[in-house]
């Protein structure tokens, strides 16, 4: 009897034993496999042609999805996201990563990593940008993650929105966006007469659709209601 229990109790020790060692193997390879991620990754988006670039992108928005997301990755955003305008490689004098396409993409993987730093370099995109395309993608993206702090966030679409209109060729697919950023964060404004005065914009801006300028409206109308009622 006694032998039994101590031969029990030496097997219980050994498959303890074993499990933690598998453990911590398991770990250990996990470590590795994100570390191998985060060097391929960081190594494309620092590359000066545009397909790597695109491929590190591809690399990021599947590890983003599956919740892979470490500072490296986040990084790499950040630099993708500003390509050619807040991150500028120039030859001669002429800037050689100006890539819009990549610029965009990156923002919208930015909605799907809901952090004050995500919001930060988007901020930052769509008061820096050129490109409407970019610009959109930028406010879309701000809208999801929904971090509004002192309406900082608010008062940047509301610029971007002002540029908009004033470059008199405005982007029907922007104001549309920023009316779906407004209805996303309109519970965490402070102060509603910005968001109040860009969507009356949009809506007296003829050069937009009809369909855009009605949304604009009945949001108007909305948020102008539940003002009365408090």
């Known amino acids: 009897m006694v032998l039994n229990k101590k031969i029990t109790a030496g097997l219980s020790v050994l498959l303890i034993t074993c499990a933690v060692f598998a453990q911590q193997e398991t770990s ?8 191998a ?27 983003v999805n599956a919740g892979r997301v470490t500072p490296d990755m986040t990084a790499a955003l950040d630099q993708l996201a500003g390509e050619g305008v807040t ?55 701000l809208g999801k993650i929904g971090i ?20 008199g060729i405005p982007a029907g697919s922007m104001a549309l966006e920023v009316i779906n950023a407004y209805e996303r964060l309109a ?15 949009i809506y007296a801006e003829t050069k937009y659709p009809t369909s855009v300028r009605n949304k604009a409206l009945a949001l108007l109308n909305k948020l102008r209601s539940e003002s009365v009622k408090k």
């Open 87 to 141: 991150t500028q490689s120039k030859t001669n004098g002429r800037i050689v990563n100006n890539y819009p396409d990549v610029r965009k993409r990156s923002c919208d993987i930015l909605a799907k990593v809901p952090t004050k730093e995500s919001k930060n370099t988007l901020v930052k995109i769509a008061l820096q940008d050129n490109e409407p395309m970019v610009i959109t993608a930028a406010i879309r993206s």
């Open 148 to 167: 509004n702090d002192n309406d900082e966030v608010v008062n940047v679409i509301a610029f971007a929105n002002r540029h908009n209109i004033g470059t």
């Open 28 to 35: 250990v390879e996990s470590e590795y496999l994100s570390s």
């Open 37 to 63: 991620e985060d060097v391929v990754i960081t190594e494309l988006a620092n590359s000066d042609t545009r397909d790597n670039k695109l491929v590190a992108l591809e690399y990021l928005e599947e590890a």
């Open 187 to 201: 519970p965490t404004v402070s102060d509603r007469s910005v968001m109040l005065e860009s969507l009356s914009k």
